[in-house]
């Protein structure tokens, strides 16, 4: 069990349920810090007056700027979309409406949806389908997408939600343009970089018995949370004097996966595929 006194970090503060509940749990001496990149999760921030509360509207891929090495005792990250950025069709990121398509978590990301869509390759485009939205028809959809911008730029979500209809036809239990949807917001946003660079980063800050958790929605991701921390680098008696960095590699222990119970599921469908791991600095 993780002590309630110390500092703690929540990376995704979004509406703030997670940090609500942290804050409900420690110590009146302990501390939270939280990021997000979005304006409107900053906002909602502002409704948090515990007076060892800081919001930072920042990408936590910058987390590692912010505190010293080993002084935190907790880190949370729950990847990827809010609910409300999701259910305000104006943002992009929701093939439910008919808004501009732009996809990005805060005004400091630098490209939109719109230019992906519009500047990408055929190439470019089939690999995020398929690697991020793990899309089958991938290639269709790129050649279309490619087709129809000669023509006239692509720039609204029906738009594109439109055209993945037209190439895909069959309906299954989840909306056609779900995959193409997930693949872009995630190249928008750098998603797969930016937890990469949290993950490093994160190493480097936990305390030792400090602990992380990781809430994932895409297998790739669940990837980079194993290998980031079961890599365990092995130095050869070459290698002898070792610096004091070799011998202090910190090593860790990671959970398997927990998958939420079908109470959970009932009462927040989107947590259908969510991924929790939880590691502990040793
Ligand atoms: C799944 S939501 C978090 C929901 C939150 N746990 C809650 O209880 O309301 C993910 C949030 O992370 C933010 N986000 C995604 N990538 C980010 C990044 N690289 N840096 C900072 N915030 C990010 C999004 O803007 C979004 O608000």
Avoid: W
């Amino acid at each position: 069990m993780l002590s309630p006194n110390g500092v703690f970090l929540d990376c995704t503060f979004g509406q703030g349920g997670h940090s609500r509940e942290i804050l409900r749990r420690i110590s009146k001496s302990s501390k939270l810090f939280a990021f997000d990149l979005d304006s409107e999760a900053k906002i909602a921030s502002k409704k948090i007056t515990h007076k060892n509360f800081k919001f930072i509207q920042d990408n936590f891929k910058n987390i590692g700027n912010y505190f010293d090495k080993e002084s935190l005792d907790g880190i949370l990250i729950d990847c990827g979309v809010s609910s409300p950025q999701l259910d305000n069709t104006l943002r992009g990121f929701s093939f439910r409406g008919d808004a501009p398509l732009d996809m990005r978590f805060g005004e400091s990301v630098k490209k939109t949806c719109e230019e992906v869509i519009n500047n990408y390759s055929e190439r470019e485009l089939k690999y995020l389908f398929q690697n991020y939205g793990e899309e089958k028809q991938s290639s269709r959809i790129a050649k279309k997408i490619v087709t129809i911008r000669k023509k006239t730029p692509i720039s609204t979500t029906k738009e594109l939600s439109d055209l993945v209809i037209s190439v895909k036809k069959s309906f299954k239990k989840i909306h056609p343009a779900t995959q193409v949807f997930q693949a872009l917001r995630m190249e928008v946003n750098d998603e797969i970089n930016n937890l990469k660079n949290c993950l490093e980063a994160s190493k480097r800050i936990l305390k030792k018995g400090g602990i992380l958790v990781v809430i994932s929605f895409h297998s790739l991701e669940d990837r980079m949370v194993k290998n980031t921390f079961k890599e365990k680098i092995k130095y050869h008696e070459k290698d002898i004097p070792f610096t004091n960095d070799q011998l202090q590699t910190p090593s860790f222990s990671i959970s398997k996966v927990f998958k939420p119970h079908q109470e959970e599921i009932d009462f927040n469908p989107r947590s259908r595929s969510s991924k929790l791991r939880v590691i502990r600095k040793l």
